[in-house]
DNA sequence: CCAATCCGATTGCATTTTGCAATCAGTTGC
DNA sequence: GCAACTGATTGCAAAATGCAATCGGATTGG
């Protein structure tokens, strides 16, 4: 279940982390979709994780590190499951996957707005989110001035004008 | 052996194209170690990948459009891999990777030197890289200046430094 | 109070993928 | 001729994956 250290490779030792199917995606609902019970990463999971693939992958990314469990005051039986720094500074790399697949790959225009935006507002926009991360994963004192949009409401808002134009256009 | 399409959302698809323990180990040796023939890449990986796993993933990235085959007019059993544009581009993503495994995991140093340089450089040296695979690989007409130290020999010539470096403190 | 539903998982099982060792046939150098 | 080397392929065991069913506790609605 931990890592298997194949060799001390920056790159290799990355893709023992999160070289499979599945871990990446787990983050990148958490990270970029608020996502935090369970049950939300299982049944608004857009590739459709098998529970016992999330369990998993929920508890090793718990021993790499990545995430941490505390149980929900609201609810006895609910976990939420938060990122940790290590997890939050996938950012960048998030934003070059992203990028590279907006490019190259037959993405969707909905499921790619978010990617474009994220490439637009380069390493500024990645540092305000990683901020926000912190701040609504760790409990950190967030920096970026109030009233101002936050980044996963400008993404969100980016793909749901997407969503309403592609609505539009095939009513038209 | 093609690709899931378990959504169109970008970072899905990347992780279809190269989210396993060895497409991107491949595709390191190719880009930071300009491995060319099947042996090479073979017997000089670190990792130790199997005949049949290198076999299988390089026929995988030709169908995905990663790589390309021709054969070595020096040797009439010989076939020479290189990379096509989408598989150079990679590189900003390697640099994220190294960046973030740097930074999380337990690296050794001279394999980490390599990435610390690529970061330090940033997306200037990225591009000259990128450049570079270009001439080597598609051969495209080199952009740097001639007489100029190519990235990959700054690269290795970091890594032998601190090979070096560490055998001497070794006998001291 | 009780049934239905929701919670984070776990179990069993069939299928697929992986990793390893051995082997292959053609090419080359001597 | 023959050993070494070329890019692979094959057989087989082990591990990972995907799917459906299920678990015991907690909560909700009536």
Redesign the pocket.
């Known amino acids: 279940?931990s890592i298997d250290r194949r060799s001390g490779c920056p790159i290799n030792l990355s893709l023992e982390v999160f070289g499979?199917?599945?871990s990446l995606i787990i983050l990148r609902d958490m990270i970029f979709g608020g996502k935090r019970?369970?049950?939300?990463l299982?049944?608004f999971s857009l590739e459709?994780?098998?529970?016992?693939?999330?369990?998993?992958r929920?508890?090793r990314l718990m021993e790499l590190g990545m995430l941490t469990?505390a149980d929900?005051p609201s609810?006895?039986?609910?976990?939420i499951?938060s990122l940790t720094e290590m997890a939050i500074t996938l950012v960048p790399i998030m934003a070059q996957l992203g990028a590279w697949g907006r490019v190259w790959l037959p993405v969707t225009e909905e499921l790619s707005i978010r990617a474009e935006l994220l490439e637009k507002g380069g390493p500024p926009l990645w540092e305000q989110f990683m901020d926000e991360l912190r701040h609504e994963h760790l409990g950190a004192p967030s920096k970026t001035p109030p009233n101002t949009p936050t980044v996963r409401q400008q993404l969100r808002a980016a793909y749901e004008d997407v969503v309403a134009r592609k609505a539009e256009s095939a009513t038209a």
Chains 1, 2 share one sequence.
Not at 37 to 40: I, P, S
Not at 75 to 79: D, F, N, S
């Open positions: 279940m499979d199917r599945w019970h369970f049950r939300e299982l049944n459709g994780i098998a529970s016992n693939i999330l369990a998993d929920l508890k469990k929900d609810h006895k039986q609910k976990a499951y």
